[in-house]
C-alpha cells in the first residue's frame, strides 16, 4: 500500500501535501468495503472514493458511470 501512496509522494517531495491521511493534506482516496492487504481482489470493493475533500458513494459513483454509459451510447447512435 505505502509503495504506490506515501512512497511516491515523499520521492516526489510533495510528502506535506499528500501521501498518507493527514489534517491539512489533499484528501484523494478510495474508501474499500474489505482489507486488500487479507484478499487482494478486495480492491474492486468500492464504497467510495474521496476527490477534492469531497464523498462520492457507491451510489454516487454508480450514478456517474450511468451517465457515462449514456452519453457514450448517444454518441455511437449518432455516428
Do not use: F, W, Y
Amino acid at each position: 500500500m505505502q509503495a504506490g501512496t506515501r512512497n511516491p509522494a515523499l520521492m516526489t517531495g510533495r510528502g506535506a501535501e499528500l501521501g498518507t491521511i493527514e489534517m491539512g493534506k489533499r484528501a484523494n482516496l478510495v474508501l474499500l468495503d474489505a482489507d486488500p492487504l487479507t484478499e487482494i481482489h478486495n480492491t474492486q470493493k468500492i464504497g467510495g472514493v474521496v476527490l477534492h475533500g469531497r464523498l462520492m458513494t457507491q451510489s454516487d459513483l454508480t450514478g456517474m458511470l450511468t451517465k457515462a454509459a449514456q452519453i457514450a451510447q448517444q454518441r455511437h447512435n449518432a455516428k
